[in-house]
């Protein structure tokens, strides 16, 4: 089991900034990719930004410029720091991670979610 622990949501106004913080613990493996989606009532799971275990990121095109993800491989966390927050940014943010445990199988793992509210 690979559990996903996140932390630093809240409430902000528009044009403020948050810092999400997650951590990976348990047979964790390789983790190959970590990642942030969110998500709001009745719609599906969208990618907000992922990294490689490289460092490679990728943004959603409605985040780019204003948010960035970063990983400390050895400490199998993520960080995404979210500025200039607009309305549209609330929803709940997820912790994604993906990878190879040791013993040799795949696993993709998500957190509890944390709620993210950007007032106008």
């Known amino acids: 089991q690979v559990q996903l622990v996140e932390s630093g949501g809240g409430l902000v106004q528009a044009g403020g900034s948050l810092r999400l913080s997650c951590a990976a613990s348990g047979n964790t493996g390789r983790i190959n990719v970590m990642g942030w989606y969110r998500q709001t009532p009745g719609k599906q799971r969208d990618l907000v930004a992922t990294?490689?275990?490289?460092?490679?990121?990728i943004y959603a095109d409605s985040v780019k410029g204003r948010f960035t993800i970063s990983r400390d491989n050895a400490k199998n966390t993520v960080v995404l720091q979210t500025n200039s927050l607009k309305p549209e940014d609330t929803a709940v943010y997820y912790c994604n991670a993906v990878g190879r445990r040791w013993s040799g199988s795949t696993f993709e793992s998500w957190g509890q979610g944390t709620q993210v509210t950007v007032s106008s």
């Open positions: 990294i490689s275990s490289g460092g490679t990121p």
